[in-house]
């Protein structure tokens, strides 16, 4: 018998292993569906287990109780019934999919679907049960069929990711929220106001925005440009960073109450980020809040500023420099001065 117990030992632990996030899945349909949708996971992963040692068995008694061929046959038939779960992996409900997130790498999520729990009627024992009445034809769907608030989100998110990824301005600044374009007047404002301790209390990706457009215009360009023109440089500089090439995909769509406010969770290459996206039901159409997209280009801002190993300020002077040709001023972290008038 002691020859059993390592083959035996590392079939358990490669079953335990993989039954781990299998078990997470049923619960996590229980959790949110009941045991009407995490019934058939729980019975599946008994039969993976019994299967498994089935097979062993057979292949124990077939070829002269060899352990290691035993425990190959079990591994193999375990791998095996594991590529059966990848669908199940796949529609996943939200929780698993956070808690799981590092699946999701391997295996492509499908979007998200509602799994809502069913109550069953009960009818009194003395209540009649009629036939149902013959259902009728659904009728023709028109040609104009007005969308879902969900399809008029997602048509503004794909467009707006087609346009970001072109650098189209033009597709862009229409699809925008208000509070988008409110971040461009304030940037304005804080181009021309802030002195070097409200610069220290921003963001550090507004913080180099403002000391870039300080660098490349003049006073007199800062004080006449509009925020149009503003948002205008910003999309076709590439601001809104979504990644390289990225596969970016609505998962799932929550309208919250009132019908004109939604979040949104999103796949990026077969991830599914903490963030979400927010969209607004403004002038009669869905306009999504771009400055969610921001966070992605200060992550990538700071990556390069840990390779460089310099200080934040050695880095955004250097790249100023480099990107303009000209070495920027110490006025940059100063107010810009008025104008003064022509006499």
């Not at 035996?8 to 009941?34: D, N, T, Y």
């Not at 391997?106 to 679907?113: D, M, S, T, V």
């Not at 960073?241 to 077969?270: C, E, H, T, W």
Request: proline share 8%; aromatic share 10%; glycine share 4%.
């Amino acid at each position: 018998m002691k020859r059993l117990l390592v083959p035996g030992a590392l079939c358990l632990l490669l079953f335990v292993a993989l039954s781990i996030p299998k078990f997470q899945l049923a619960l996590a349909f229980f959790e949110e569906a009941g045991w009407r949708y995490s019934k058939p996971l729980f019975v599946r992963l008994a039969i993976d287990f019994l299967f498994g040692w089935v097979v062993a068995l057979v292949v124990w008694l077939q070829l002269d109780k060899r352990p290691w061929v035993s425990a190959l046959a079990f591994c193999l038939s375990t791998l095996i019934v594991t590529s059966f779960w990848i669908t199940s992996v796949q529609n996943a409900p939200r929780s698993f999919r956070q808690d799981a997130s590092y699946l999701y790498r391997f295996i492509e999520a499908k979007p998200l679907r509602v799994v809502r729990q069913v109550e069953q009627l009960k009818l009194p024992p003395s209540a009649p049960v009629n036939p149902p009445a013959p259902m009728e034809a659904p009728d023709a769907p028109a040609e104009n069929e007005a969308k879902s608030p969900e399809e008029e989100i997602e048509e503004t998110f794909y467009t707006l990711m087609r346009a970001l990824k072109k650098r189209d301005a033009a597709t862009v600044l229409p699809l925008a929220d208000e509070r988008t374009w409110d971040y461009f007047s304030d940037l304005k404002e804080l181009a021309l106001t802030a002195d070097r301790e409200a610069l220290e209390k921003l963001k550090t990706i507004d913080r180099f925005q403002v000391l870039a457009l300080r660098h490349i215009k003049t006073p007199g360009d800062i004080a006449r440009i509009t925020r149009e023109n503003l948002f205008m440089e910003a999309v076709v500089q590439g601001w809104f960073y979504v990644g390289d090439k990225p596969d970016v995909r609505i998962d799932f769509v929550d309208l919250l109450p009132g019908g004109n406010q939604a979040m949104a969770d999103i796949i990026v290459n077969s991830v599914i980020p903490d963030e979400r996206l927010e969209f607004f039901r403004q002038g009669g159409s869905w306009k999504m809040n771009l400055l969610t997209l921001l966070p992605h280009q200060e992550e990538k801002l700071m990556a390069t500023l840990r390779d460089k190993q310099q200080t934040e300020q050695e880095f955004f002077l250097d790249f100023l420099e480099r990107e303009t040709g000209k070495a920027p001023s110490p006025d940059i972290w100063n107010p810009v001065p008025d104008e003064p008038e022509q006499g």
